[in-house]
Structure formats: C-alpha cells, structure tokens
C-alpha cells in the first residue's frame, strides 16, 4: 500500500509537536503532504515559527509550511500559554528556524493539495481549531467530497472539557469552524479528552525516550516535562496528557483505539456551554451519526508505537 497522504493542520504546542514528529518518523505509511499552521494554543507567528522549529529539528527543512488563519472565523482568539508557555512550545532551547514559510496560504494549500490528488486520497488532519478547514470547506465546498477523511483532536463529553467545563480547548476557541466541520458529511474521527484523558505520559516512558541520547530525544523530554506540569497540578496523578500524537497513531494503528459512530453537535449559542461537544453516545437524539467518537485507547501500545517512531529519528 502507497502511504497514506495527510495534511497536518496544527497550532504547535508540545503535542503538536510530537504528532509531528511521529508523523515524520512514519514515511512507510505516512506521505506528510505539507504542514499548515493556526492560531491556537499561541498567535499565528509563533505556530509558524513552532512548526518550522520542529520540521528542522526533524531533518525536514523541505516540508511546505503554510500559514492560516489568524483569528477564529466569529471570535476573538483565546490562547493557551499558561498550558504550553509564552513561545508554545517551552522546555527546549532550540535554534530559531531558518526554513522559508510557503507563499501560499494555509486555506490555498489545502484547497490546492485536495483536489490536485486523486478523489478519496487526502486526509487532514487537525491537532488545533478548526478555523482553516471550515474556511477551506468554505471557500471550496467541492473538497468535502474529494477527501479521504479527517481525523481530529477535540472535544470531549463523558470527561466534561479542560478550558472550561463543558468544553474543550481546539473547540472552544473557534466553535463556529467546528460547526461547519461536524456538518460537511466529510468522514470525521475524533480523538476527544475522553480517549486523550487515557494517553498519559509516565516516568518510565520519559526515562525510556531520554535514553534514546538523541536531540529529537532530548527536545521532547524538555518539551514534555514542561507541558505536564500544568494537568498534573490541575487532575493530580502523576502524567500528563498527551492528546495530539494520538490523531497520527490512529492513522498508524487503528486498531488501538475504540469507538462508536455517532452524531455530534457543536455548541455555539450558549455563553455557558460555548463549545460544547453534544455527542450522542447513546443514540437517543435520532441525529444523523456524522463522527467516529473515539473513547479507548491501549495506552502502553500507544506509548511503545511513539518510542519506536521517535527513536527512528
Ligand atoms: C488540545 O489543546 C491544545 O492545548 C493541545 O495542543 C491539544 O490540541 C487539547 O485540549
Ligand atoms: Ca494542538
């Protein structure tokens, strides 16, 4: 099988980082078309800056990095520096990126990259709100039915949300994108908090990539040491999550995960609940499905799979 080809939408971010890099560290089965960058967990000029800190880091100084939208499509930008720190992506001194950014914009990249290819060939995949695919979907309506899919990272339901209690952070911020995008009868899997919340980084774990003695080793123990600290002192416990990465290893191995087709709806009216993810576990609404939900995953399979990858690199 040729490898799947995929778009990496993202707002890195410690766990944006590491999705990239796995993904990277995949070439068997992952074709990384280009990498296209939103404001989230920082402003746009710092996701840019992250994603090119980490394509060079990689050894891939060739990736095409786009930069996207500025702002959510309807709202003023939230951020989430008391999570990953003033630059996004703290814990690592890492040398300032000297790899161009595209011409082209993030929203014509991917416009471009779906329909250059074959029908059904393209998956994106989104690690931070949704604000490039809702304006791409926008924009050109004719790619919902010429992708493969889209696998994403947010929301959350039985396990409530993280930015506030009823949502999640990726959703939270642009809650209209994700509207559009729950609603474009494109194939959607969703890796919301309820399977991230299972993905916690141990000691052991950090121990196992420290001894790796590599840079890429050592950035993502300064990276993730740092980016833990805060879900530690907010759930207890003694690991972070690590929520992006698992969008890529469910491209690698589904067969890790588990969940159940079903409808979901983006709240967007209510001050309250902005954001909420109304997943409909139990099929009592008679909604459309329109989502893979994911709620499971073989978290030590999931760890073992990211130390394998990372230690090719
Ligand atoms: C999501 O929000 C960001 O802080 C992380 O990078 C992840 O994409 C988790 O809620
Ligand atoms: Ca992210």
């Known amino acids: 099988m040729p490898p799947r080809k995929i778009i990496i939408d993202t707002d890195p971010g410690q766990d944006d980082a590491v999705a990239i890099l796995l993904a990277l560290a995949s070439p068997e089965e992952l074709d990384v078309l280009a990498i296209t960058v939103v404001a989230g967990n920082v402003p746009l000029i710092k996701t840019s800056r992250n994603a090119r800190v ?12 786009h930069e996207g939208c500025g702002h959510p499509l309807e709202r003023m930008l939230i951020t989430a520096e008391h999570v990953h720190g003033k630059s996004g992506l703290d814990g690592c001194d890492l040398p300032e990126p000297t790899m161009p950014v595209s011409d082209l914009s993030a929203v014509e990249a991917i416009i471009h990259q779906v329909r250059r290819h074959p029908p059904g060939t393209v998956t994106l995949c989104p690690l931070g709100p949704l604000t490039n695919i809702a ?5 050109a309506p004719d790619i919902a039915g010429r992708l493969a899919g889209i696998v994403l990272m947010g929301g959350g339901f039985f396990e409530g949300g993280n930015i506030t209690p009823a949502a999640e952070f990726n959703i939270y911020v642009d809650p209209e994108a994700a509207d559009i995008v729950m609603q474009s009868g494109v194939d959607i899997t969703m890796m919301p908090l309820d399977v991230t919340h299972q993905a916690l980084i141990t000691r052991e774990w950090l121990d196992r990539i420290a001894a790796l003695g590599t840079p890429v080793s050592r950035a993502v123990c300064g990276w993730l040491d740092f980016y833990e600290r805060f879900d530690i002192e907010k759930y207890g416990g003694n690991g972070g999550p690590l929520h992006d990465p698992c969008v890529i290893a469910h491209l690698l191995k589904p067969g890790l995960f588990e969940g159940r087709f079903i409808n979901v709806e983006i709240e967007t009216a209510s001050d309250l609940t902005r954001g909420m993810t109304v997943a409909d576990w139990w099929g009592v609404s008679g909604r459309a499905p329109n989502a893979n939900f994911i709620a499971k995953v073989d978290a030590p399979a999931f760890f073992d799979l990211l130390a394998d990858r990372l230690a090719r690199l």
């Open 54 to 65: 980490v394509c060079e880091l990689a050894g891939r100084p060739d990736m095409p990095v």
């Open 135 to 139: 304006t791409a979907l926008k924009r």
